[in-house]
């Protein structure tokens, strides 16, 4: 599936990018529709979103906001311009709640009207006028939904999936009700199924079966919109801002929303950065995983530029607000994710495409049909039979249950395994995508540091340069410091550091047993009267060089040695890749980390050299799959972090792993709820056979109608062996998508 893109916003100066949220929507025809009728101004270019209900237009400074909601309308939906500073997601909150409503009511009736109508035992002297009444309502309010939809394409001379629905259960209701009028007596002895032409417990079922599968829609259509809500909520709520109030400068808790540029703000240890700035005193390490993936803090000192939401791990800093509000780096995130949901690719529904050419077709034989026995036959009630028994068996039970079944199994056989599936679109992207993107941090690796190797200089032994560092380390709480520290209380218990000290973004000094250690960087070491030789330093960088990162040990001033750490490698990953390269994928690593450290990884889980995309910020992460998308290739991704949101989003399937962040597994099409990336491989193959099953129940479905019109047309079908066959196509369709709860389990 193509993703369609707007063109570039600097193609054209004098024109703006607008939003529109639109209403009545209920299929892809729906999203070609309003799509051409706007393209018909000049100068406008619009991607109309179904999952969204939105359209993202360019127009020129000729075209007004006004005439876009007005060729909206009248195209028959409802529109409005959609104010960014005013969206808080929650307008997708009713539809849910209403279809809700109406599902309830349809099932609660349905179950009475189906077992009177089919289970001789329970049927009563004229049980017919209690289903009559039982049905009524499921018909007329829980089935209001597909009638508008129908009475709206109908308008313009169109037809859909809802059509096929709106006059089937009106045909079938429709034809009982004048079968029990016109005979009021032909259930008062409480006679069997096979003595009455009675099918109130076919509409009432349909209606009751289709609202399902639109509830479960419309409550993924308001989850998705949640995305940027929980985006903007990982910013931090308050902010120590320095005043100075007689005289003295004194810090004063306010809302972050209310910092201005220039405003000096105080960050302790633990606490979040209310604001993208710059440091103007103190030094620390800045966990900056949630918006860039980097395993490791970022040490910062005064003039180093901090992100708003990033976590300050050690030292007390004070930042300078350079941009706040819209302008922060977080928010441009949560506004990329909101521009590369709007430009997904248009769901093209199965179902919707046969219905566009089915149901002229359907009616145009039931009108033929009973026209020529009218003529032919000169019997107008045969005629009348024959011309509705073609609508009965050519109402869209099996057509309507072939996705909402498979996708109801598939969906719970995946809950199952921990696999969650947004909807029917993320099957057709499952089955066409050639490339998955994979994100480093929390997918390929855990995301925690491990010490990778001691290198002890002569004289000096492995264990004893291990053990002096980690009874160090022990007393900090910097994630290497953790790392080294439990790697050397592998063996005997720790000795106690004594007069430690440490600097946020140097490193740590004590005394253990005697002897002075201190562990750290270069320039801490330097700071401290130590000086790494030439050689030394040689050794040092080429550790670095090979993709790890690495830290200077000293005894009693004088260099010792070095320990490298490295992000470890999830056990799956290399099994999972070449499993995914059996699904015909090609793997690519995308990570914001250095050159090295993403090609020894790639080289780990055999991912070739050439598919390796390092030191990507977020905004460059949607520019690689962007760049993928452009060059003919259809791209999964896969991640875990706020930093992949952008381009989960962007990319034709977004694959979110469960132990990430909210905003990772909003904006994504498909979640894994564990960590290993085998997972990712079996949500593929579960979605790619959930979309082939639902393929093979639209093809029987069809394929029965196409057998089953002409035999009724030409009378040799009542309306109530019709009936039959449309149950009996129905249960074949449902026993098909049963079959998915048996995918991955061992036959």
Known sequence: MATQQLPAQDAAQDQRIVELSIQGMTCASCVGRVERKLGKLDGVEASVNLPLENAVVRVPATVSDQQLIDTVEATGYGAHIVDPAQEDGGSAEPAPSLLGARLILAAVLSVPVLLISMVPGLQFPDWGWAVFGLSLPVVTWSAWPFHRAAAINARHLSSTMDTLVSIGVGAAFLFSSWQLFTDPTMTRSGMGMSDHSLYFEVAAVVVTFLLLGRYLEAAAKQRAGNALASLLSLGAKEARVLRTVDGERVEVTLPAATLIPGDEFVVRPGEKIATDGVVIDGHSAVDTALL???????????????????????????????????????????????????????????????????????????????????????????????????????????????????????????????????????????????????????????????????????????????RAAGAVEA????????????????????????????????????????VGVTVGRADWLERNGISPSIEQSAAFSAAEDAGTTAVWVALDDTVAGFITLSDTIK????????????????????????????????????????????????????????????????????????????????????????????????????????????????????ARRTLGTIKSNLFWAFFYNAIGIPVAALGLLNPMLAGAAMAASSVLVVLNSLRLRRFGRSE
Do not use: Y
Request: a negative charge; aromatic letters at 2%; charged letters at 15%.
């Open 571 to 686: 056990d799956s990953s290399s099994a999972a890749i070449g499993r995914l390269r059996a699904l015909g994928l090609r793997p690519v690593l995308l990570t914001g980390d250095n050159l090295a450290v993403a090609l020894q990884v790639a080289a780990s889980v055999g991912i070739d050299a050439g598919d390796v995309h390092a030191g990507v910020s977020p905004e460059g992460k949607v520019d690689v799959v962007r760049e993928l998308q452009a060059s003919g290739a259809t791209v999964a991704m896969a991640g875990d972090g706020v930093n992949d949101a952008a381009a989960l989003a962007q990319a034709d399937l977004g694959i979110a792993m469960g132990s990430g962040t909210d905003v990772a597994i909003e904006a994504a099409d498909l979640t894994v709820m564990g960590s290993s990336l085998a997972q990712v491989a079996q949500a593929i193959e579960l």
């Open 475 to 514: 007393a900090s709480e910097h994630p290497i410091a953790q790392a080294i520290a439990d790697r050397a209380a592998r063996g005997d218990r720790l000795s106690e550091a004594l007069d430690f000290s440490s600097a946020p973004g140097g490193g740590v000094r004590g005394s253990v047993d005697g």
């Open 292 to 466: 860039t993936g980097e395993s490791v803090p970022v040490e910062v000192g005064p003039d180093n530029a901090v992100t708003g939401a990033t976590i300050n791990t050690s030292g007390r800093i004070v930042v300078r607000a350079t941009r706040v509000g819209a302008d922060t780096v977080l928010s441009q995130l949560g506004r990329l994710v909101g521009q590369a949901q709007s430009g997904k690719a248009r769901i093209a529904r199965l179902a919707d495409r046969i219905s566009a050419v089915f149901v002229p077709v359907v009616l145009v034989i039931a009108v033929v049909t009973f026209g020529l026995w009218l003529v032919l036959a000169g019997d107008l009630d045969a005629a009348f039979t024959a011309s509705v028994t073609v609508l009965v068996i050519a109402c869209p039970c099996a057509l309507g249950l072939a996705t909402p079944t498979a996708l109801l199994t598939g969906t719970g056989r995946g809950a199952q395994l921990g696999i969650l599936i947004r909807g029917p679109q993320v099957l057709e992207d499952t089955r066409t995508v050639d490339t998955i993107v994979l994100d480093k941090t929390g997918t390929i690796t855990t995301g925690i540091m491990a010490v990778n190797d001691v290198v002890a200089l002569p004289g000096v032994s492995e264990l004893e340069l291990i």
